[in-house]
């Protein structure tokens, strides 16, 4: 799926965008408040413009970002400078070696890769302490009223549910998710910041309510419930 990356922005600068965009980081900062950040790498995969790599790396942690599209790395080198590694590369094969990081994120990115599984059982291979998860939830009101039958990109994304998402990570990494919460219970009318939209919108609420959700899974003081091989092999050399 091909991103523009200046549409991609812009629906940041729309009121509805800001909003969201501001309850993600405020999802972002709470479940990664269990996390040490300063001296610590994180890798963003699928990366786009470095939005929300920006926002980790003024939360204190050393960023790395890919993303598979010439057009986004440019754009997230335009906006960082030297401040980030930036690597044009697929999320499903990374060139990384086993635990070269300490954290990944996929945010808002499983739902656009062709292999799911193969890009989260990636991520758990280079992070060492664990992986964040945000996903658009299927079972959302947002999705129901806003998205399912609009036919626009959003659309044809796959959506999943949290059942469907606690299964895909113990899948990839055979790990359980340690934390999950959500924002956005509304539909995208009620993103506006008033005192009645933000009790439904701006509480962290458990995972399977909000539009969008966010899951931590923690790989350090945790037992897999798969064997260790099965998520972090060596990585095939070319």
């Known amino acids: 799926m091909v991103w523009d990356p200046d549409r991609y922005e812009a629906w940041f600068d729309t009121p509805e965008g800001q909003y969201a ?3 993600e980081v405020q999802l972002l900062q709470d479940v990664l408040a269990g996390w040490p950040r300063r001296k610590h ?4 995969i699928g990366c786009g413009t470095g939005l929300f790599l920006d926002h980790l790396y003024q939360m204190g942690l050393d960023v790395t970002g890919i993303d598979n599209s010439p057009e986004m790395i440019m754009a997230a080198r335009k906006r960082f400078g030297n401040r980030a590694e930036l690597h044009l590369a697929h999320g499903e094969h990374m060139g990384f070696s086993d635990n070269e990081f300490d ?3 996929l945010w808002s990115v499983l739902e656009f890769s062709d292999e799911p599984e193969a890009m989260l059982a990636e991520a758990a291979r280079v992070a060492e302490k664990g992986v964040l998860i945000g996903f658009l939830n299927k079972n959302s009101l947002y999705y129901s009223l806003n998205v399912r039958k609009s036919g626009s990109t959003l659309a044809k ?5 949290w059942c469907e998402m606690q299964d895909l990570v113990h899948r990839a990494t055979g790990f359980r998710p340690t934390l999950a919460r959500s924002v956005l219970a509304g539909p995208m ?3 506006k910041d008033t005192r009645a939209c933000n009790l439904i919108n701006a509480r962290i609420l458990p995972p399977a309510l909000g539009a969008f959700v966010a899951a931590r899974v923690d790989f350090t003081n945790m037992k897999p419930l798969t064997p260790l091989f099965a998520w972090k092999s060596e990585p095939e050399m070319g």
């Open 189 to 191: 009318s009620t993103w």
């Open 21 to 23: 965009l501001d309850r």
């Open 157 to 161: 994304a796959h959506w999943f549910t």
């Open 103 to 105: 954290y990944a994120l």
């Open 41 to 44: 790498k994180l890798l963003e």
